[in-house]
């Protein structure tokens, strides 16, 4: 459906021997190291989501600076600009949450909570983002493959990949910070 520049194929091995040397981790513990390098490709994920949200918002303002409706730029419209500055601000709040993600991964503090509330929230930012600039380019754009029209297919991987939304929200969840919230214990 999106990221054709992508591709994804399925991959079968059979009868296929691996050495002691070659292999990551001890036999049976593939899944447990995936499962580990996932809370890192979050982190990346959500930089991505993030550049493309950026390029998204940068799309949507050019688009409501130059669409005319009943003879008025969208931009001029209180509506507009409420919106424009609803994502614009979410947007700084998921690159600043991203950042501190990748700070604290890069300093090799625990980052497991940031990487899944960073990629939770790019996600659904690209996403409205994206629905909002097409919905600013207009019928044009969704009846073309246009860069918006694009953007609106890829951005829905971001949600799926590295793991759902729910997961990361399972994630948050199961972690000590969160519960000692809940509990009361930090404020």
Known sequence: MGNKGCPVADIHLDNVWVDDDCRLGAQGLG??????????????????ANAAARRGLDRLISHTQERLVADQRLIDRDSWQHKIADLESDWAKCRALTYQALEAWA????????????KLLSSRLVRRVARTALHAGGVNHYQQQSELAQLYTDSRLFSISTGSDEMMLTSLIASEKFAQTIRGEQR
């Open 31 to 48: 899944f447990v190291i995936q499962l580990q390098q996932f809370v890192q490709e979050r982190i990346v994920s959500s930089l991505r």
């Open 107 to 118: 300093e090799g503090l625990p980052y497991e909570s940031l990487s899944s509330a960073s």
